[in-house]
């Protein structure tokens, strides 16, 4: 959609989609290729894979950890 010069989005009256559940998608997603690529890193005996993989599902732990984390402190 095009808006006018000087016009915002929140002008036209177009409500903003909530983009947690694709983000919270697209970590599920990743988390699923971090296992491929472990599997695939010790199948195929790629040490590089298999450092994605790891890195990959430690990234998606934090993620889905940290509202845990954070309501600690």
Known sequence: M???EGQTPAETG???RYTDD???LT???TLLIGFVFVAG???GR???LLIWGV???IACAI???WPLIDGWT
Request: charged share 10%; aromatic share 34%; no cysteine.
């Open 2 to 4: 095009r808006y006018l």
């Open 63 to 65: 993620y889905f950890a």
């Open 46 to 48: 790629q040490r590089w």
């Open 27 to 29: 970590v599920w997603l």
């Open 14 to 16: 177009n409500p903003v």
């Open 22 to 24: 694709f983000v919270a």
């Open 55 to 57: 890195f990959t599902l």
């Open 41 to 43: 890193g010790i199948w």
